[in-house]
């Protein structure tokens, strides 16, 4: 078994694997909570996303009155600890508010997901240069015979990969999500728990392995809605080329460039 994934754990929201776009619902009783709920899964995954390569300090900046652009701690004084929900939903709700505006039925496009990050990466990048020593830039979509290389790419760079499980216009099949256990005789088992579709995930890990009929088999660790699940990319393939197309379901591509 071949296994690509972050270099650092995933972010942690009071023992979460990521975030959870109906912590918003909960904590926000208005039209806003209620539509991030239902439709902000990209924007979870770029504020997770932002967490996780920048340090979890990024969110005390959520709450400044005086200048809410992001500074970035210095590299030493990163911190990347279980982080407070109610920390965590104030800098959902700063994002949302500066960088992806979320509505009623409306999520982000692919398209959106980049402008957003990309606008973030361009207004704090002195302070990213400072803390990282790099410059990032975010495109939606790649080649589909280069998305698994891509995704090991990111992955290897310590960068989370959001993917996109298109919305599947007129059909109704859902893409399966598997939880991983352990069988009898200790072997580990996945057994699907739930489907979806018109949804963002975040890729945390690839598993490249052979199944016991020996054929090759890969599976995509993903964070959705606060929770570690699989994926097999052979499936997400077969329902994008019978449900949708590689422009809605795709990737958010990172690119980091180490600067002088």
Avoid at 106 to 114: D, E, Q, V
Wanted: aromatic share 14%.
């Amino acid at each position: 078994m071949k296994y690509t994934g972050l270099k650092k754990n995933y972010i942690n929201v009071e023992g979460s694997f990521g975030g959870n776009q109906e912590w918003m619902k909960e904590a926000l009783d208005t039209w806003k909570g209620r539509a991030i709920g239902g439709y902000g899964c990209g924007l979870i995954g770029a504020s997770d996303l932002l967490i996780h390569i920048l340090g979890n300090g990024i969110t005390d900046r959520s709450v400044s009155s005086v200048n809410p652009a992001y500074t970035s701690a210095p590299k030493e004084e990163k911190t990347y600890t279980a982080l407070k929900k109610d920390d965590y939903i104030s800098f959902i709700r700063y994002m949302e508010k500066r960088y992806f505006h979320i509505y009623p039925k409306l999520g982000l496009s692919g398209i959106l997901l980049a402008l957003g990050l990309n606008l973030f990466f361009f207004f704090n990048r002195r302070s990213i240069k400072e803390s990282s020593g790099c410059r990032y830039t975010a495109r939606w979509a790649v080649w589909p015979s280069n998305m698994l290389d891509r995704i090991k790419e990111m992955l290897s760079n310590d960068i989370p990969v959001i993917i996109s499980i298109g919305p599947g216009f007129f059909r109704k099949n859902k893409l399966k999500f598997y939880k991983k256990g352990v069988n009898a005789s200790g072997e580990e088992t996945y057994k699907q728990v739930t489907e979806t579709k018109d949804h963002y995930v975040t890729i945390t890990g690839v598993i490249e392995a052979k199944r016991p009929d020996n054929k090759d088999i890969t599976l995509l660790e993903i964070s959705s809605w606060g929770k570690k699940y699989y994926v097999n990319y052979a499936e997400y393939q077969q329902y994008v080329r019978h449900n949708d197309n590689y422009y809605f379901s795709n990737i958010l591509y990172i690119k980091k460039k180490p600067l002088s």
